[in-house]
C-alpha cells in the first residue's frame, strides 16, 4: 500500500514508517473550514484485516489543517479508506456525503 495516491479532490502519500501525509482529504468535516482541496493532514495508517474494522485502511490525523472538534479524543481524527484493484494496482475509495448519493472518491496510485 505503501507509495503516493491521486484522486479528483487531492493527493494521499502513504510510507514505509506507517505515517501519511494528504492534502484534500474527503470527507465531510464537520466545523471545517476552507478549500477542501486545500485541507493538508498528517498522521499514521494501518492496514488491517477487511473483517476487524470499518476500513481496511485506517488513518489518525495528527494534524489536519482548517479543522478543530473537541469531540476528537487526544486531539485526533480517525477515518478510512476501502481497497480494490490488485497489488500491483491498488485503489483506495471512499463515498461521501448522503449514502443514498453515493459519491465516490477514489485515490490511484502513481506510477
Known sequence: ??????????????SDDGTFTAVGWP?????????????????TWELDAANDSD???????????DYWDSDVRGGYYGDGLMVSGSREDPRLYAF????????????????
Open 1 to 14: 500500500m505503501v507509495g503516493t495516491y491521486r484522486s479528483s479532490v487531492g493527493r494521499l502519500a502513504l
Open 27 to 43: 470527507a465531510d468535516l464537520k466545523d471545517a473550514t476552507g478549500d477542501p482541496q486545500r485541507r493538508t493532514g498528517s498522521g
Open 55 to 65: 476500513w481496511p485502511v485506517s488513518f489518525s490525523f495528527h494534524k489536519i489543517g
Open 96 to 111: 461521501l456525503g448522503d449514502p443514498d448519493n453515493c459519491d465516490l472518491v477514489t485515490f490511484t496510485r502513481d506510477g
